[in-house]
C-alpha cells in the first residue's frame, strides 16, 4: 500500500510539471499575481519597487516558460525577491463594519490547475498580512479611492508590452474597486481570458483604442466611457448633420434646424422622422456602436448611442424620413462642428407655477441651486402639488430639499464603500437626510424621470421617494449610481462607479434604475407634435388627487 501511495504522489508529480500551459493562461496568471501584490504585499503597497517595470520583465520572461511548475517556480522565486512580509497583528482585528463581499473573491489563489498549494499559501500569507498603512498607488479622500502614482505611457500603440500593461492594470481596477463588478454581463474573470489575446494583436493606434473601449464597455456602466479622439474620427466621424433632434419608438424625430456658416438651406424639415442612415436602422446603428459605448442597460446604450448617430467622416448622409405621410430618401449635408452654429435658447426658469389656479408648482432641479432653494419654498409652499422636473443632473441639493420636503429623519439610500486595507472587499453604510419638521410640504411631490436621470439625480429621486405623498412618473432611469472614479487609461480620460448605492432595504439600482410608479414614454407623434407626453401624463394624475 505505501509503495502504491508513492508510486501516485510521483505519478502526480510529474503529471503536474508536465502540465503544459498556453499563452493566455501564463498572462492571465501574471495579470492576477501582479495586480494583488499591487494591492496587498506591503513592500510593493509602499512603492518600494518599480512595479510597471517588474511587469515588463516578467512579460519577457514568461516567454520560455511552458510548463506550470516552471511557472510556479517562477512566481515563488519572484515573491522571495519582493522582501521578507511581516506579521501583521493588526490584520486579524475584526473591523465594526458591516461588509458587501459579492465583489470579493480571491478563489483564483487556491486554482490547483495553474497554482501549486505551497503558492497558495504564500499568496494566503501576504494577504493576511497585507499593507496597512499609506498606499502608493491608492489615495482616499472623503468617501472614495483615488488611482495615483501611475506612469504614463501615452496614448500612441507603441509594443505589445505597454497594451499588456494597460490591460492589467485597468482589468484590476475593476477587479478591486468597482462596486458593481458582480453585475457584469460577462464575468470578469472571463473579460480577462477574452480581452488578452486582443490586446496581443493590437497593432496600431485606432485598434488600442478600440480594444481598450471595448474593455471599459464590459463594465456595462453609464457612468464609464473612454474619451478619443481616435474613436470619434474612426468609428463615428468627425463631421455632423446640423439638427438636434430625440428619440422614441426606435426612431429620430428632427426638433430643431441649425444654422451654419455658409447658410446652406437644409432639406431635413423639423418634425420629420429619422427611420434609416445609410441603410441601416437606428436599433442597428445603435448595436453598431454598441460594443464600445459602455451603458448599464439598453435604455442607456441607446441614450448615450444617439448623439453620435447623424455623424460622419463624408460631407454628406443618406437617410430615409417620414414625412406628412410620405416615405422619402433624402441627402444630407455634414458639417464640422466650428461651422455649425447654435442659437442660445432662452434661460428656462428654475421654477414658477404652471397653474397658479390650481396652485401646481414647477421646479427645473437641473439648475436651481442650494441658494435658491429657501426663495423657491417660500414661492411654492401654498401650492397643492410640486413637480420636480429630474430629467436633467442636479445641482447637489438632496439635503437641504430634505430639510424643506421631508417630516422626519429617512434613510433613502445604502452605499457601500470600498476598504482601501482590504482591496475587493466594500463595507455598507445606511445615508439618512431630513430632519424632524412639522413644517414640512404637505402637499403632493411629482417627480419626472427618463433615461438621462443617472447618478445624483437617481440618489435624489430616492430622497423625493421618503415623502408620504410622492409619485415618481415617466421611464426607468439610468441605472448608474453612485460618485465616480475618474483616472487615466494609456492617457486617456476614463471612469467608473466608484460607490455602490442601494435602496435602503438593499435591493439594487445599478443596470436597473429607478422604476416609475407611473410608466410613460415619448412617442413621435408627441415628439413631432411638440409635446412633453411626460408632463402632461403628471398633469393628468394630478387631475384625479385633487
Known sequence: MRKYSLFLLLFLSLNFSAQIITETQKLES?????????????????????????????IDELESINDKETLNNFYTDWIGSLGEVAPCKECSIKENKVYFLKNFDLSWIDNRQIFSRDLSQKLHYIENNRNLGDHHYLGKGGRK???????????????????????FRYWNYVEYFFPYKYETDQNWNDVLTEMIPKFLMIDNDQNYHLTLAELVTKTDDSHA?????????????????????????????????????????????????????????????????????????SWGKFYKAKSKLLFSNNDSLSVKIEREG????????????????????????????????????????????????????????????????????????????????????????????????????????????????????????I????????????????MFKQHPNAKIIGSNTSGANGDVVMFKIADLDTRFTGLGAYYPDGRETQRIGITPDILIKPTVEGLKNGRDEVMERALEYIKTID
Open 145 to 167: 479611492i483615488y488611482f495615483r502614482n501611475e506612469k504614463s505611457y501615452g496614448s500612441k500603440f507603441t509594443s505589445k508590452t505597454v497594451s499588456l500593461l494597460e490591460l
Open 326 to 445: 410620405q416615405n422619402l430618401e433624402i441627402k444630407t449635408k455634414t458639417y464640422f462642428a466650428k461651422d455649425i452654429i447654435h442659437e442660445k435658447n432662452k434661460a428656462p426658469q428654475k421654477w414658477r407655477f404652471i397653474d397658479k389656479e390650481k396652485k401646481i408648482g414647477y421646479v427645473n432641479m437641473g439648475i436651481i441651486g442650494k441658494e435658491d432653494l429657501d426663495e423657491m419654498y417660500n414661492s411654492l409652499k401654498s401650492s397643492t402639488c410640486i413637480i420636480f422636473d429630474l430629467r436633467n443632473y442636479p445641482q447637489q441639493t438632496i439635503i437641504p430639499l430634505s430639510y424643506l420636503l421631508l417630516p422626519e429623519p429617512s434613510v433613502y439610500y445604502q452605499f457601500t464603500f470600498p476598504d482601501p486595507y482590504y482591496p475587493g472587499k466594500f463595507y455598507s453604510r445606511k445615508n439618512v437626510t431630513g430632519r424632524k419638521n412639522p413644517e414640512y410640504y404637505k402637499g403632493n411631490v
Open 225 to 297: 466611457y473612454l474619451s478619443s479622439k481616435e474613436i470619434q474620427l474612426h468609428q463615428y466621424g468627425n463631421r455632423k448633420v446640423p439638427a438636434d433632434y430625440s428619440y422614441a419608438e426606435g426612431k429620430l424625430v428632427i426638433t430643431k434646424i441649425n444654422a451654419t456658416r455658409f447658410r446652406d438651406k437644409s432639406p431635413l424639415h423639423v418634425g420629420d422622422v429619422i427611420y434609416d442612415i445609410e441603410g441601416k436602422t437606428i436599433p442597428q446603428m445603435v448595436n453598431s456602436f454598441g460594443k464600445y459605448i459602455p451603458a448599464s442597460n
Open 447 to 462: 417627480v419626472l424621470v427618463d433615461e438621462s436621470t443617472q447618478s445624483q439625480a437617481e440618489t435624489t429621486v430616492m
Open 30 to 58: 501574471l495579470c492576477r499575481i501582479w495586480g494583488f501584490l499591487k494591492y496587498y504585499h506591503p513592500h510593493v503597497a509602499k512603492g518600494n519597487l518599480n512595479w510597471d517595470k517588474q511587469l515588463f520583465q516578467k
